[in-house]
């Protein structure tokens, strides 16, 4: 995903869906281009889902990391 330019939802959505390895920088790095993403959609609630989720990956809390991404997933395929 390049900087600056809009995502539609179907993309973001293949993007979050392969966040699954990589360290941690990779993976952070990877969640504020989504959060970011997110808001050029319009979609604050979804960018603070993410945020959420990034912070509960540096926490080590998989669980609610897992079902930050999911609740974002869930919500961008409405918006296709």
Avoid: W
């Amino acid at each position: 995903m390049a900087k600056g330019s809009t995502t539609a939802p179907g993309q973001l959505i293949a993007f979050l869906n392969a966040l699954s390895f990589g360290d941690l920088d990779a993976i952070s790095a990877k969640l504020d281009e989504a959060r970011a993403s997110c808001l050029d959609l319009g979609q604050p609630e979804l960018a603070a889902k993410l945020e959420e989720a990034s912070s509960a990956l540096r926490t080590a809390d998989l669980k609610t990391y897992r079902r930050n991404i999911e609740t974002v997933v869930s919500r961008l395929g409405h918006l296709k």
